[in-house]
């Protein structure tokens, strides 16, 4: 049984926030994945996998405060935390044959600018 949309987006946040074994990724992610946020866009699961171990997501929190799914896709909505900044931010998760093909990252910029 193929995990859900939802399992996807899950287990995309925990190794994420995780900032360890990110290559486990390619796991999840479809080979022509793309990544589409406000600071950073990226076309292809290598160079995006590549771009985390190269800056690892360390020191980051998240707390979810809504989640959904249909049968292609999940949007999960959280609370991101790292030192003095903690913003609302939106992930929606497009699932094409058990694995995540796009991810579309929501959230304002201003938190950012100092």
């Given at each position: ?5 939802l ?6 946040l ?13 796991d ?9 946020g406000?600071?950073?866009q990226?076309?292809s ?18 707390s ?8 292609s ?5 959280y ?14 998760f497009?699932v ?19």
């Amino acid at each position: 049984m193929n995990p859900t949309p939802l399992d996807l987006a899950t287990r995309y946040l925990e190794i994420f926030y995780s900032g360890k074994n990110l290559e486990t990724l390619s796991d999840i992610l479809s080979e022509n994945f793309k990544f589409e946020g406000p600071l950073f866009q990226c076309d292809s699961r290598e160079a995006y996998i590549e771009s985390l171990k190269s800056e690892p997501p360390i020191d980051f929190t998240y707390s979810v405060k809504h989640s959904f799914e249909n049968e292609s896709s999940a949007c999960i909505i959280y609370q991101f935390s790292k030192a003095n900044i903690s913003t609302p931010m939106a992930q929606h998760f497009k699932v094409v044959d058990g694995k995540i093909s796009h991810i579309l990252l929501i959230f304002d910029t201003r938190e950012f600018e100092n």
